[in-house]
């Protein structure tokens, strides 16, 4: 057995060991700082093939590179970046991105030591988070083909799960023989790969929807399953010991067929059967709320509800959605709670009886009277508080015009177009309040207090989003009673807002206030800048594409992206000053 590199090793003259970070059946792999990158941390895959012969292990390398070059080009904020194979001494080496989190196999482990499962509130968001991750894989003809708990890591800065152990790899791995592994090696974990994966068949983008089926089961049982990798759909029983949503225990059902030609096509039709039902089970609340601190994360364990967790202890988070009218009122935070919550609270209450069909007494009709006053003079005053609120609504302000969209695209420089003057108009949407200049009463901010974001700039970014999914509406204001665009705007802006809060208070603070002068500045010869112009763009190009990417290629309005763009420049150019201090 081949000892792993102790820490301190410098592999490539480049990639300094801090420690062990995995080791299987395909390889070690390690921890390390990319001392080229101001000690940027990132995973390092190590193979050591049979052949040590440098012509062959060069072959290999290259045979390596071309058939997985699709890798190379992922660009998701749910994927890791896969950098570079190289060859040091007579091993290869894989480099890619690491990822800062917990892994949904160690909250689960979590969860089970208290005696606990995910809800289906969690394991509902989870899917909900996965499923545009894996649509864009295989959209890139990519099939996971590895899905378990231990493959799907939640990021710690985001909360955002990012989908690692792509089965592509581990394929050529065994079949370039470029680690001592047999050319028939199962791809997929045991208990999760689907039955024609067990059995050699063809791989398809629906056996990843088996694997994602059964993570979501072994997350709502608490426990992982054993045995074939049909465990789940060999067992009958699984939905009966589970309370769950009607629909969803189907859609789950669907996912688990053994039949590939039964379960969805794709990620994205499973997305569309999960859209009707992801609001009741996401706000699934307690009828009798309870007041928390605004943003506190409620851990939902089946069958109760915690609102603190022990140090360290792991909880999928479930934002809320941006409210709906049918939604409840979210001033007070109310802890979620699981189906077996309310079937409990049923159980508990006292059966019919045939005294609910007895001649009702004095008391009884008088006490109906009173209710019958008091819901009409609430009827009332509703209809009032109605009537004026829409008065308002017709009779306000109407938002400045949008600038135009000038800006060169990602791909070039920002910078290189002088500042633009307003030739075109986006009227907003008009609600009450309007939806195109958010308060923290609209609830597009109140989920995140902490985030200082100008609402005038995010009212402009999203006119910008939703003008361009609706070019029909453009110079024409939002009525009242466009309920389904008014929502859909509050949910561009709310999107938008979680992207923006990932910049540093410093740059959002800034927003709105940049310009070319500025950018010129930061990478002027004498400005001491650690980044020349070129690598500053590269840097900033890929972060953009991971926040906006149906924004790759397009022009940037200098008011609007372009100030997000530069923002995340400043950003960048921040990163490097501790580090070129300390040198």
Request: with cysteine; charged share 20%.
């Amino acid at each position: 057995m081949i000892s792993p590199l102790p820490p301190g090793t410098l592999v490539f003259n480049r990639y300094c060991v801090v420690g062990l970070a995995g080791q299987g059946e395909f390889g070690l792999t390690y921890l390390v700082q990319d001392q080229k990158r101001f000690d940027e941390l990132c995973i390092l895959k190590e193979f050591i093939p049979l052949q040590q012969d440098p012509t062959l292990l060069e072959m290999m390398r290259q045979c390596f590179h071309q058939e997985a070059a699709v890798l190379y080009e992922l660009k998701h904020e749910q994927l890791p970046h896969y950098r570079i194979m190289f060859i040091h001494g007579d091993r290869l080496y894989l480099v890619r991105e690491y990822i800062m989190g917990k892994s949904c196999a160690a909250m689960l482990n979590e969860r089970r030591a208290e005696s606990g499962a995910f809800s289906q509130a969690e394991v509902m968001q989870l899917l909900l988070q996965v499923l545009p991750g894996l649509t864009y894989l295989h959209r890139a003809g990519i099939v996971h083909e590895n899905l378990s708990p231990q493959s799907i890591i939640v990021r710690q800065e985001t909360s955002i799960p990012v989908l690692i152990d792509l089965g592509l790899i581990k394929r050529l791995v065994a079949r370039l023989q470029l680690h001592p592994v047999s050319p028939d090696s199962l791809i997929g974990r045991t208990g999760y790969a689907s039955p024609e994966q067990e059995h050699g068949g063809k791989v398809l983008p629906c056996s990843d929807l088996y694997s994602l089926g059964a993570v979501a089961i072994a997350l709502l049982k608490g426990k992982e399953p054993h045995g074939p990798a049909h465990h789940w759909t060999r067992s009958p029983d699984w939905d009966a010991q589970l309370t769950l949503h009607r629909d969803f225990a189907l859609i789950l059902k669907r996912m688990l067929h053994p039949n590939p030609q039964k379960r969805f096509v794709s990620a994205s039709q499973v997305l569309r059967a999960l859209e009707p039902i992801a609001n009741l089970v996401l706000h699934s609340v307690s009828p009798v709320p309870q007041a928390h601190p605004i943003g506190q994360q409620h851990s939902v364990i089946a069958g109760k509800t915690t609102s603190r967790h022990k140090p360290g202890s792991s909880s999928l988070t479930v934002p809320l959605a941006p409210p709906t009218a049918a939604a409840t009122d979210s001033s007070q935070s109310a802890p979620l709670r699981s189906p077996e919550h309310f079937n409990q609270a049923s159980r508990n209450q006292p059966h019919p009886t045939a005294s609910i069909t007895q001649k009702p007494s004095a008391r009884s009709k008088a006490d109906f009277k009173a209710s019958a006053i008091l819901v009409m003079s609430v009827a009332l005053l509703v209809s009032v508080v109605s009537f004026r609120a829409l008065s308002w609504v017709q009779t306000g302000p109407v938002k400045s015009p949008s600038p135009a969209n000038t800006v060169a695209s990602p791909d070039a420089n920002p910078a290189s177009t002088s500042s633009s003057t307003d030739s075109t108009s986006q009227p907003s949407p008009e609600a009450s309040p309007s939806p195109s200049m958010p308060t923290r009463e609209s609830g597009v901010y109140r989920d995140r207090p902490s985030v200082e974001i100008d609402a005038q700039f995010l009212s402009n970014l999203t006119d910008e989003l939703f003008y361009a999914r609706h070019p029909d509406l453009q110079g024409q204001k939002l009525t009242a009673d466009q309920q389904d665009l008014q929502a859909e705007w509050k949910a561009i802006a709310s999107d938008v807002e979680i992207k923006l809060s990932r910049l540093s208070p410093e740059v959002l603070s800034k927003l709105g206030s940049y310009d070319r002068a500025t950018y010129d500045r930061w990478t002027a010869p004498d400005s001491g800048a650690s980044l020349t112009s070129r690598e500053l763009n590269v840097l900033v190009n890929n972060r953009f594409a991971e926040l906006f990417p149906d924004q790759k290629g397009k022009s940037l309005n200098p008011k609007t992206f372009g100030q997000v763009w530069y923002a995340l420049a400043e950003e960048e150019l921040n990163k490097l000053k501790p580090q070129t201090s300390g040198n």
